[in-house]
């Protein structure tokens, strides 16, 4: 069974589709990433874990069927600090 990999900024699921990641300044893929949060080498948006997490609760109540938001935006607080982007070391 494949592993799951998720965007490192925003915590989408990357598997199944080339097309969902990113691209790095020379055109290639970028395989950490997604291409809502990555192209061309650096973040889309400049934005603060809290911010991406408030631009993510929709998304996240849509795609998951009778998530509320407070569910949502609990469970990706306690998600994103273990994603590379809002590690300390890549702030």
Not at 1 to 8: L, P, S, V, W, Y
Request: glycine share 8%.
């Amino acid at each position: 069974m494949e592993q799951t990999t998720f965007c490192q900024s925003c915590g989408m699921p990357l598997n199944g589709s080339e097309e969902l990641l990113g691209s790095n300044a020379d055109g290639s893929k970028n395989e950490e990433y997604c291409t809502f949060c990555y192209k061309d080498g650096a973040f889309i948006a400049d934005v603060s874990m809290e911010e991406m997490i408030e631009f993510c609760v929709p998304h996240m109540v849509e795609g998951n069927q009778g998530m509320t938001e407070e569910a949502a935006r609990s469970s990706m607080k306690a998600f994103f600090p273990k994603l590379k982007r809002w590690t300390p070391a890549h702030r």
